[in-house]
């Protein structure tokens, strides 16, 4: 019989048995109150924190419990299905990590982006590779083994920039573009501001910037030797504030499928489909960006109604394999996690994430196999608004 994600809870009874415990904590809670013991104070409530007072942040992860879902009975759902399509590939299961730019810092050994790509590589779950990393998207793209990896651009107001990020980003072998648009200016974070502390601007997780011919072409001088001119071109490039317009120029640098992140409202999705864009992703930034109430997964039903077909990636908010399911059967194709693996990465390196991903896969699985849901397309007819709003 061939593994199935749920075995992950046989191997943790049995490992208890000779009395191995597991290594990691099982709940988010856990794996938050380890990472913060395990990271430097800076880097933690950069990662933990989020826009204004938060609120849009609970609110994501509030949402999903306003959604409950009915279990069929006599199914015998003994093998469930957990494969995608998505641009023509394959994937073991729809679940996918979201791009963290400071992943980088979160590992022990200050190579986060390269120990997530392995924790890719050793489960079958695409990394999305921020902009922000430590080490440069070809060394990431080389630890990714046969697990496909998509690039996440942050677009820089140099074209020219623009450009050899993305032809770079296609050299190494990363198979779509997520062009996030909802970070092009650093959204209210008091966390942040109350230490003074953004990580890029110290100089962290540039190595897409300093490697870069046409970026370090605009340097006076070569990199390690002008940190601060670094930092200051970093500046000066940093954000482009994307029209529709610009689309067209977009679609024209690469073959490769584009998605938009960040997208909430129906009627961008229109225009985004309109514009030939490949895939449309759902998502607020974990609230990290605007503080105003909304839930992303409130986001998602008419998203995907818009979407009418296109794929659509969703994240904000998932905590549990329970949430995964939920979001997709209100119809998300796939559904990224940011935190959580974040904070596995920073208490167990790749072991950490993968046993992040391995608990959020065990956990979907056998909800649907103890909920009767052989397939994913089982999904939507067992959802239910939870009476009294949950
Ligand atoms: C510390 C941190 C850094 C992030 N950096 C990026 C980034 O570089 N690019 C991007 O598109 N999204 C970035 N995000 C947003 C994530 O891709 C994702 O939307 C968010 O984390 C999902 O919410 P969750 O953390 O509640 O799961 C970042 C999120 C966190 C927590």
Redesign the pocket.
């Known amino acids: 019989m061939t593994a199935q994600f749920g075995d992950y809870q046989n191997e943790i009874y049995a490992g208890g048995l000779q009395g191995v415990m597991p290594p990691y904590p099982l709940t988010f809670d856990g794996l938050a109150a380890g990472a913060e013991a395990a990271l430097p104070p800076s880097v933690w409530s ?2 933990a924190g989020g826009a204004g007072d938060e609120h849009t942040q609970r609110a ?1 992860v509030r949402a999903f419990e306003r959604w409950g879902l009915v279990p069929r009975m006599m199914v015998g759902a003994t093998r469930r299905d957990l494969t995608v399509d998505l641009f023509g590939l394959r994937l073991p299961s729809p679940l996918f990590m ?5 992943i980088g810092l979160c590992a022990q050994d200050g190579h986060g982006d390269l120990a997530t790509a392995r924790a890719a590589a050793r489960t079958g779950v695409p990394m999305i590779a ?3 990393t430590v080490d440069p998207m070809e060394d990431v793209a080389a630890q990714l083994g046969d697990t496909p990896g998509f690039f ?1 651009l ?1 677009t820089p107001n140099d074209r020219a920039l623009a450009e050899s990020l993305v032809h770079r980003a296609e050299a190494a072998g990363f198979k779509a573009i997520v062009v ?1 648009l909802d ?1 092009w200016t650093t959204g209210w974070r008091p966390r942040d501001l109350s230490s003074a502390n953004f990580p890029q601007l110290r100089g962290n997780c540039l190595a897409n910037y300093t490697s870069d011919p046409v970026f370090r072409a605009r340097l006076g001088k070569p990199p390690e030797e002008d940190p601060q001119g670094v930092v200051l071109q970093f500046m000066t490039v940093f954000g482009n504030p994307l029209r529709w317009e610009d689309l067209p120029w977009l679609r024209s640098l690469t073959r490769l499928p584009i998605l938009l ?1 960040g997208i909430c409202h129906p009627e961008d999705v229109r225009r985004a489909k309109d514009a030939g864009i490949d895939g449309v992703y759902c ?1 607020n ?2 609230g ?1 960006q605007a503080n105003g109430g909304l839930a992303a997964l409130d986001a998602l039903p008419e998203v995907v109604e818009a979407a009418n077909g296109l794929p659509v990636l969703f ?4 905590r549990t394999g329970t949430d995964v399911v939920k979001a997709l059967a209100l119809g998300a194709t796939a559904v ?5 693996y ?1 904070y596995g990465l920073a208490l167990g390196g790749t072991d950490g994430v993968v046993h992040v991903l391995r608990s959020l896969l065990a956990e979907a699985d056998l909800l649907m196999a103890v909920n009767g849901y052989p397939t994913l397309a089982d999904l939507p007819a067992a959802l239910r608004r939870v009476p009294n709003g949950g």
Do not use: E, I
Not at 315 to 318: L, Q
């Open positions: 950069y990662v994501n979201a791009p963290v730019g400071v921020s902009t922000l996440q942050y996030t970070t992140k998502s930034h974990g990290r994240d904000s908010g998932v990224g996690v940011g935190r959580p974040a």
